[in-house]
T-cell receptor
Framework: AQSVAQPEDQVNVAEGNPLTVKCTYSVSGNPYLFWYVQYPNRGLQFLLKYITGDNLVKGSYGFEAEFNKSQTSFHLKKPSALVSDSALYFCAVKDTTSGTYKYIFGTGTRLKVLA | NAGVTQTPKFQVLKTGQSMTLQCAQDMNHEYMSWYRQDPGMGLRLIHYSVGAGITDQGEVPNGYNVSRSTTEDFPLRLLSAAPSQTSVYFC?????????????FGPGTRLTVT
């Protein structure tokens, strides 16, 4: 079965420090991977995606993610965290099983950036 | 563009009542989907559609019905609400083919079933 895992419920980081939010995946075939962010009482917003190509993907708001095929990981990173980055982050994978269009989301990681 | 819109924003139902959550998009997206968000569970796919007249089940379809008569609208029906359906519901849309594949989410409907 295809799945994603976000092993940390919450990540705390000081403002100005680099941040990493972890995601690992399990898919058959080539993975289509995504990161979304959810601010309080809002819908999810797309940050970035990996389809193919460079392992380092750049996205919105200064975020980037590193695809690592051998470790089946797609960790979200940012060199310098802002207090405004505090939110709930979701990793997702598109089910590549033939004939389906399902997206599978992780359980989310709450990022708290401390001033 | 309004993007993805959902109504109502909040709803309280009694057990056994029925209702329809509305979702509309004005981006001419083929793909539309419904998710529910519960604490510690992330987002779980309820139903999705890849075009008018075509729907399929997701991970947690029981207790919910959908139909897709137009490209723009994708309503979610609860026929007999249960307390286990208390959740926040999100509708999303995207192109179903090609490079983008990113989903656009609506603002959500917070449903409480008593």
């Amino acid at each position: 079965a295809q799945s994603v895992a976000q092993p940390e419920d919450q990540v705390n980081v000081a403002e100005g420090n680099p941040l990493t939010v972890k995601c690992t995946y399990s898919v058959s075939g080539n993975p289509y991977l995504f990161w979304y962010v959810q601010y309080p009482n809002r819908g999810l917003q797309f940050l970035l995606k990996y389809i193919t190509g460079d392992n380092l993907v750049k996205g919105s708001y200064g975020f980037e993610a590193e695809f690592n095929k051998s470790q089946t990981s797609f960790h979200l990173k940012k060199p310098s965290a802002l207090v405004s980055d505090s939110a709930l982050y979701f990793c997702a994978v598109k089910d590549t099983t033939s004939g389906t269009y399902k997206y599978i989301f992780g359980t989310g990681t709450r990022l708290k950036v401390l001033a | 563009n309004a993007g993805v819109t959902q109504t109502p924003k909040f709803q309280v139902l009694k057990t056994g009542q029925s209702m329809t959550l509305q979702c509309a998009q004005d981006m001419n997206h083929e793909y539309m989907s419904w998710y529910r968000q519960d604490p510690g569970m992330g987002l779980r796919l309820i139903h999705y559609s890849v075009g008018a007249g075509i729907t399929d089940q997701g991970e947690v379809p029981n207790g919910y019905n959908v139909s897709r008569s137009t490209t723009e609208d994708f309503p979610l029906r609860l026929l007999s609400a249960a307390p286990s359906q208390t959740s926040v519901y999100f509708c999303a849309s995207s192109y179903s083919q090609g490079s983008p594949l990113k989903q656009y989410f609506g603002p959500g409907t917070r449903l409480t079933v008593t």
